[in-house]
């Protein structure tokens, strides 16, 4: 077994509520469910360019962290957005355009051809969808918006980088800097929507708005039965490690396994930054809360102070661990995949996409929290590679080198 190289040290609280025994049943569903994600699968699967991204099987790193498999679902190449992220924003502004010209045009259904053509281009250039963003789901609607044809103004946190403002602005949205964090962004956005009679099409869930979200994760599910599609037909992960944000996307890759395979499911362990954690925080406490930290992490996607409300619905009794790293098993963990260590072919993957992976090494390598999650020698993990270079330039100062030298050496 090879040594893995210094992660720092996790966190880790195994979450007391957590029933495997327990049933899928009707309040699960009416936020996620198989019924709605085939709705989502059957439009998402006729977008141009759509193609299941790859599964990966990290054998080298597997056997130097000292487990039976990792899986690497590399969403670094989905669309052209390089991110999951697309999977969920822009299916989400599709359903508010189509809802939106139903309510205007009544008995007539609207396809998502019939936006992309401009078939109802009076009633979509009406509508302006806003959100908030550290730069992927903004991204995601600002495209969604282009492509069926409405206008977007999309909310960045002060610590948004240029590179991202800069990738949103390039799909027609209007971008607008908060001096504030993430959640700061999120409130203005709402309180513009409000003032000026926008669609907020937000990943988080909050008192008096949910519809919208749960298109959003229901998206994300789209990834998730990739996934499954795509294992060997005899084996299953035992162990799926998935990076937090609001939660959104652990609540979608909890409810779909949940609903899946029931109490055969794997173990789900969410993985935040040590100075992000409000997943975290919920867990410890049992119910909603903010995070402890100041949100300051290089795990930029992931710096959200408070929780999704629905995504804690499925998370309070679906989530068996909650795990915090260190900005430095991040970075390490980017630089182990552009490397191509342990024998494996480079991969190209940004500093929130990499956070699931990231945790599983640093548990790996940590003997009590290794212990923790059952991590013998059999395990076979799933994690979700979310995102590939977003910002190049934040990639080539974290990594050393640029996105195509990573792919392209020389």
């Not at 495209?143 to 027609?172: H, K, L, M, T």
């Not at 005899?234 to 949940?258: M, N, Y």
Request: charged fraction near 20%; hydrophobic fraction near 45%.
């Amino acid at each position: 077994m090879h040594d893995l190289p210094p992660l720092g040290a996790p966190r880790l609280f195994s979450n007391p509520r957590a029933d495997h025994d327990r049933v899928y049943g009707p309040s699960e569903r009416a936020i996620l469910s198989r019924a709605a994600f085939q709705e989502a699968m059957t439009e998402i699967g006729a977008w141009p360019g759509y193609a299941p991204t790859p599964l990966r099987s990290l054998t080298g790193l597997a056997r130097a962290a000292g487990i039976d498999r990792i899986w690497y679902k590399d969403e670094g190449t989905r669309f052209n957005l390089n991110s999951f992220k697309a999977l969920g924003g822009a299916y989400a502004v599709l359903r508010l355009l189509a809802r939106e010209v139903q309510a205007r045009v009544p008995g007539v259904p609207v396809t998502a051809l019939d936006l992309v053509v401009g078939r109802y281009a009076k009633v979509t250039r009406t509508v302006t969808v806003t959100t908030a963003t550290d730069g992927n789901h903004g991204r995601s609607v600002a495209w969604g918006a282009q492509v069926f044809g409405c206008d977007a103004v999309v909310y960045i946190p002060a610590n948004c980088s240029q590179g991202r403002q800069e990738a949103i602005e390039a799909f027609g949205a209007r971008v607008v800097r908060v001096n504030g964090l993430y959640d700061d962004a999120v409130r203005q956005a709402a309180a513009d929507a409000r003032d000026n009679g926008w669609h907020v099409v937000s990943d988080t869930s909050y008192t008096g708005y949910m519809d919208i979200p749960r298109d959003v994760m229901q998206g994300y599910a789209v990834m998730v039965e990739e996934a499954i599609s795509q294992l060997p037909a005899s084996e299953r992960p035992t162990h799926v490690f998935i990076q937090g944000g609001v939660g959104a996307l652990p609540a979608a890759v909890c409810g779909h396994l949940w609903e899946t395979w029931g109490r055969q499911r794997p173990r789900l362990v969410v993985v935040e930054p040590h100075t992000a954690d409000c997943l975290y925080q919920s867990a410890l406490a049992g119910r909603p809360m903010k995070a402890d930290g100041d949100l300051n992490t290089v795990m930029a996607g992931l710096a959200c102070g408070e929780v999704s409300l629905l995504a804690w619905a499925i998370l309070e009794r679906g989530a068996d661990d909650f795990l915090t790293i260190p900005d430095q098993a991040a970075v390490t963990t980017m630089r182990l995949l552009a490397d191509g260590a342990y024998g494996a072919r480079p991969v190209v993957a940004g500093e929130s996409g990499v956070a699931g992976l990231a945790g599983l090494l640093c548990a790996a390598a940590d003997p009590q929290a290794r212990i923790g999650l059952g991590l013998a020698p059999d395990a076979r993990v799933l994690v979700f590679g979310t995102e590939g270079a977003t910002d190049p330039d934040v990639f080539e100062n974290l990594v050393g080198r640029s996105p195509e030298a990573v792919l392209n050496p020389a």
